[in-house]
């Protein structure tokens, strides 16, 4: 079995990466920008896994070159998964953007310097769908990418994921040669949540469970779940075929009125609380002035995007589940954990 480092190991996908891979036997090592959350780390980890589990954690910042190498030295494979997703809409785009290009050089150089033999990146179906305004091809395959100099039809969030990847290739095909790098693209990840520390797009469902959305706004985005995308992950790390190649870990496209109407389904005591109609595209743009959250939405309305998981269930052997399943058991948790 692999020695494997998983940066951002206290984030929502990272911690379902660690779950599998130690339950696919292999030794994990992860990072965060304190050891002082190791503990924690821990407990949510062993709470989820209902046996106990310890990861080693190191420090090490996606900003600073400090911790990095000490975090891969020893390591056959690094699964990055860090990345900013903020909570509300930054200020200037180089918030999000050169931490998340210049982390993923970052952890690219110091792999390839320990002899790593692949990184997996968590990548972002925002760095193949968006900038094309109206013309996106349907359905969006890994041979498209997102023009994030188009800015009508992206946020920070999009194009730092642009930019980033696109500057993760243009290493391993350059200066880092020899080093093996596979990128997977998730869609919006829903599932099951681990901590209370919730993921920005888990709170999707929050949002919809705790009456903040008195309606649906015209907003939609391909599902996935997080236990999905983490098998994708895994699976890129260890299929020879992964090596230089790029996944979208994707279901099928759902308007946020759909998500609400399998929620109501399933979960009937939360039915006064979710949104019933539709909500004007000028009242979202409003209602961003008290929550600032809903802004990263706003790129969003009346737009679809399609996705084609083909490759991943082809070239990984990557079987998803359903999108119904996705949204049910991460609503679920969120009530065993009291978050809604």
């Given amino acids: 079995m692999a020695k494997v480092l998983v940066t951002g190991a206290t984030g929502f996908i990272a911690g379902h990466v660690i779950h599998q891979l130690l339950e696919a036997g292999h030794e994990v090592r992860g990072t965060a920008r304190s050891v002082s959350r190791g503990p924690q780390l821990d407990q949510v980890l062993s709470a989820y896994a209902g046996k106990p589990v310890h990861v080693e954690l190191v420090a090490a910042d996606l900003s600073s070159d400090d911790g990095w190498a000490a975090a891969v030295a020893g390591m056959d494979y690094v699964q990055h998964v860090a990345s900013p997703f903020p909570a509300t809409v930054p200020k200037h785009p180089d918030e999000l953007v050169a931490p998340a290009r210049d982390g993923a050089l970052r952890v690219l150089k110091a792999a390839k310097a320990a002899g790593v033999k692949r990184v997996v990146m968590t990548s972002s179906m925002a760095a193949i769908a968006y900038g094309w305004g109206d013309k996106r091809p349907n359905p969006l395959t890994e041979e498209h990418w997102s023009n994030p100099d ?147 939405l706003v790129p969003e309305l009346g737009r679809e995007r399609h996705c084609s998981n083909d490759k991943a269930r082809n070239l990984l052997g990557w079987t998803p589940r359903t999108e119904e399943a996705s949204i049910i058991d991460g609503a679920r948790s969120l009530i065993d954990l009291k978050i809604v």
């Fill in 150 to 296: 188009n800015l009508a039809d992206n946020t920070a969030y999009t194009r730092s994921k642009t930019i980033a990847e696109k500057a993760a290739w243009d290493y391993v095909n350059g200066e880092g040669k020899g080093l093996e790098l596979a990128v997977i693209n998730p869609s919006a990840v829903l599932g099951p949540a681990m901590s209370e520390d919730v993921s920005s797009s888990i709170q999707i469902l929050t949002q919809l469970m705790t009456g903040k959305a008195p309606a649906s706004p015209k907003v939609g985005f391909c599902v996935v779940d997080v236990r999905d995308v983490a098998d994708a992950h895994v699976k890129a790390m260890t299929v020879p075929a992964a090596a230089g190649e790029r996944f979208l870990a994707s279901g099928r496209f759902m308007w946020m009125s759909e998500v609400a109407d399998v929620l109501r389904k399933e979960f009937p005591a939360y039915g006064r609380k979710l949104p019933k109609g539709e909500l004007p595209n000028w009242l979202l743009k409003a209602m961003t002035l008290i929550n600032p959250p809903l802004g990263q």
